[in-house]
């Protein structure tokens, strides 16, 4: 399993968030870049980034700040929030980026969705964000009606290779994954599922990892220090 530690951004700088509440803001370094290259010298696989900013809003807000940051490493960055048009694809996959996340355009633009994997396949990864077992969009704003397992099959139909699941009301709050829900997702689809939300510790690294999971998403519990990224590597990396 890949472990993959997160910089969430607001007016270019690191923030953690409480269950995608925005008014519950936390910074939590003064440069994503030093973040950034810190997860890199720890031997992080892959960075996620998501400007939530752009989640909100659907427009490049951060897009220059994380373009710089991704080209300034060597590991791979994946990027989510705000990305609803194939031009805003294209920038970011011709600007160092190496996966992009479409959450929002996924759920409301099936067409849009189809043509960014047509062009770029596994560089496109689908987020799948919920509340009560209900896909949300909108920077977490907006319920739908929408089961998550029923998404994630449709989204298996389309294509996609990958997909990044937070159960919202875990998010931030150092609780524990959701491990049911995520058991459901894995014997519901065969694609890769990233767990994303709830991580305070080791323990929690593996229990995601005893699941078979590709990969799991860890940012606050570094940040409140409840969490070591270098132990958390080394045991994702086991066996």
């Known amino acids: 399993m890949i472990l993959l530690p997160a910089i969430d951004i607001i007016d270019k700088a690191p923030v953690r ?66 990305i609803r048009s194939m031009d805003t694809v294209d920038f970011y996959l011709t600007s160092g980026v190496s996966r992009v996340i479409l959450g929002t355009a996924a759920l409301e633009d099936p067409a849009f969705l189809k043509t960014a994997l047509k062009k770029y396949g596994e560089k496109i990864a689908v987020g799948i964000d919920c509340k009560d077992g209900k896909v949300c969009a909108s920077g977490w704003l907006v319920q739908s009606d929408i089961d998550y397992l029923d998404f994630a099959k449709t989204m298996e139909d389309y294509g996609v290779q990958t997909i990044i699941f937070t159960d919202i009301s875990k998010d931030g709050t150092l609780a524990g994954p959701n491990l049911e829900m995520l058991k459901k997702l894995k014997d519901a689809v065969s694609i890769q599922i990233i767990a994303s939300g709830g991580i305070r510790d080791l323990s929690h690294i593996q229990a995601l990892k005893d699941l078979d999971l590709y990969g799991a998403i860890t940012g606050k519990a570094m940040y409140a220090h409840t969490l070591d990224l270098k132990e958390a590597l080394k045991l994702c990396k086991e066996g």
């Open 17 to 82: 968030l409480y269950q995608g509440d925005y008014h519950q803001k936390e910074v939590v370094g003064q440069s994503v870049l030093e973040i950034a290259k810190e997860f890199e010298a720890m031997k992080a696989q892959y960075l996620h980034m998501v400007d939530l900013d752009g989640a909100k809003s659907g427009k490049l807000e951060n897009a220059r700040l994380i373009c710089q940051t991704a080209r300034a490493l060597s590991i791979p960055v994946e990027v989510g929030g705000g």
